[in-house]
């Protein structure tokens, strides 16, 4: 295959995944990953991304973008759904305890197979969420009694916020926090682009017992304009990738345990 055309198939990529990784490429063309490098760095020259460690993204990318619930619910729902079954796996033993679900299409995908999975180790949860958008499908599942926190919603994310959202969350003690991100960086953490989202999700992470994050490999390298968390407070990471070499030593400096899906 000629360069041009590889240089192509990766601007499609960009284009429907929103990110690219080198190995992820190399993998996929049979290159080196120094070939994909320059294959990069000739696409940035010519204003088609942006590089970012471990690969590129889109020149759309910013630390305050953020697509709707809406726009975002297909895109990798099969990575999602895979991440989402994985991270159940927490849920052992005919559990019998309290879940809090984060906003996201992440967490949604938590949510579209937790009765499946409580019914399958005959459990039973107190679920909480603040998502509106969760809420109608777990309102009438079996094994699943539901409470939602109110506040002001926004649309982007058809999620509550704000003052009384966090103060609600903050009384809470949930057993396990399912958290979605739209960053993680070694050095930055997890990250999100509203400060009124970063507030609610600071809240989950600080009230639950256990904090299991959801997030495609495509989070990885980001950083988007509020932290929320440090690595170090989050308990299990779940993904569809195995993180890059930066990102990977300092999750397991912090204690994070990855679990692949």
Request: proline fraction near 2%; avoid cysteine; hydrophobic fraction near 45%.
């Amino acid at each position: 295959m000629y360069a041009t055309e590889r240089r192509e198939i990766i601007e499609q990529q960009l284009t429907d995944d929103g990110r690219v990784g080198v190995h992820e490429l190399a993998r996929r063309f049979e290159v080196t990953t120094e070939t994909i490098r320059r294959d990069l760095d000739a696409l940035e020259r010519l204003g088609a991304l942006r590089r970012v460690h471990g690969g590129a993204v889109t020149l759309h990318t910013r630390s305050v973008a953020e697509r709707s619930v809406t726009e975002r619910i297909h895109h990798r729902a099969g990575a999602k759904a895979a991440i989402a079954r994985r991270a159940l796996g927490v849920l052992a033993g005919s559990f019998q305890g309290s879940v809090f679900l984060d906003a996201g299409t992440t967490t949604a995908a938590v949510a579209d197979l937790l009765p499946a999975r409580l019914d399958e180790i005959h459990g039973h949860a107190d679920v909480v969420t603040h998502s509106l958008s969760l809420a109608p499908a777990l309102a009438t599942a079996g094994g699943i009694t539901l409470t939602v926190i109110g506040g002001r919603v926004r649309t982007v994310t058809a999620a509550a916020v704000g003052a009384g959202t966090v103060r609600a969350i903050e009384q809470l003690r949930p057993d396990i926090a399912f958290i979605g991100t739209n960053g993680v960086t070694a050095g930055f953490g997890l990250s999100t682009p509203d400060p009124e989202e970063a507030a609610v999700k600071r809240a989950i992470v600080r009230s639950a017992r256990r904090i299991v994050t959801v997030a495609d490999a495509s989070k990885f390298g980001e950083e988007s304009l509020v932290t929320f968390a440090a690595l170090s407070e989050i308990d299990v990471l779940v993904t569809d990738a195995a993180p890059g070499a930066e990102l990977a030593a300092a999750l397991s400096e912090a204690g994070v345990q990855v679990w692949s899906a």
